[in-house]
């Protein structure tokens, strides 16, 4: 059996994609799947946790043992985020939020016109972020999605977020990012830490980032 290095612990995971409503029938979001962030929750009540997975819109299953909490918008997942937080030991945000949101929902269907149309967005709050700030205790672990210059940006969300950790994927190389059942990520840590880990299927790798991280942590020093 797998060491239980979660017990007693409470870790809550973000998985999928945000829906921004434009009206009733239209919404911006993205590739998001949730199977990256369902795997690191199973991963995580498999090592033991009270584990709360808060999901935006995915078809995927509950994994054994795991609340899950659904969600829509990325206000929505920052709501229910803040009020699991305080209670949290780890916080793992794998979740694709939007980072912008239409500025007006139209609560009657748009109509087409002649011409073109402009859709005007305006930001969203950047949970990790805000997390980030308001951190007490918890261990916080973000995940990046680039296509370019993936060390430098990790690096970056990571003093700019305040997380502990950052889990890097180039979601340009195939089978690895949105959608696909494998995944190929480095992991970045403060005072330099950086780890890779080879392609692998999502939960597999799910279950060695957990490890590799709560080896190197003790959550009883928090
Ligand atoms: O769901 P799958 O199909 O399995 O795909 C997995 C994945 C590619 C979605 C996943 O591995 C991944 O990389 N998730 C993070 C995607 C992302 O939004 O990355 P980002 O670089 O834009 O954001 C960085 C971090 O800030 C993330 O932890 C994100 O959850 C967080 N964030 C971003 C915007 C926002 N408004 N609030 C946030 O908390």
Redesign the pocket.
């Known amino acids: 059996a797998r060491p239980k290095l979660l017990a007693g612990r409470k870790v809550v995971v ?3 994609p945000t829906r921004e409503r434009i009206d009733p029938v239209r919404f911006l979001t993205n ?7 369902y795997a690191m929750a199973e991963a995580a009540a498999e090592m033991g946790a009270e584990t709360v997975l808060i999901s935006g819109p995915v078809t995927l299953p509950v994994p054994k043992g795991v609340q899950r909490i659904f969600v829509e918008s ?1 206000e929505d997942m920052l709501n229910a985020v803040n009020a699991e937080y305080e209670t949290a030991d780890v916080v793992v ?7 912008y949101r239409p500025i007006d929902v139209h609560s009657q269907k748009m109509k087409k016109q002649a011409g073109g149309s402009t859709l005007e967005l305006e930001r ?5 972020q805000h997390l980030g700030k308001t951190k007490t205790h918890q261990l916080l672990i ?5 296509t370019n210059d993936v060390a430098h940006y990790a690096k970056d ?1 990571l003093e700019r ?1 305040n997380a502990d950790y950052i889990i890097a ?1 180039d ?1 340009s190389e195939a089978q690895a ?3 696909s059942d494998t ?1 190929r990520v480095t992991v970045y840590g403060k005072g330099g830490f950086e780890q890779s880990f080879e392609m692998m299927p ?1 939960l597999e790798l799910a279950r060695r980032l957990l490890g590799l991280i709560m080896e190197k942590e003790d959550l009883h020093d928090r």
């Open positions: 973000t998985a999928g590739f998001s799947s949730g199977k990256m962030g990325a945000k794998t979740a694709a939020v939007a980072d969203t709050t950047d949970i990790l973000g995940f990046a999605a680039e969300k977020k994927n979601v990012g949105f959608e995944n999502k």
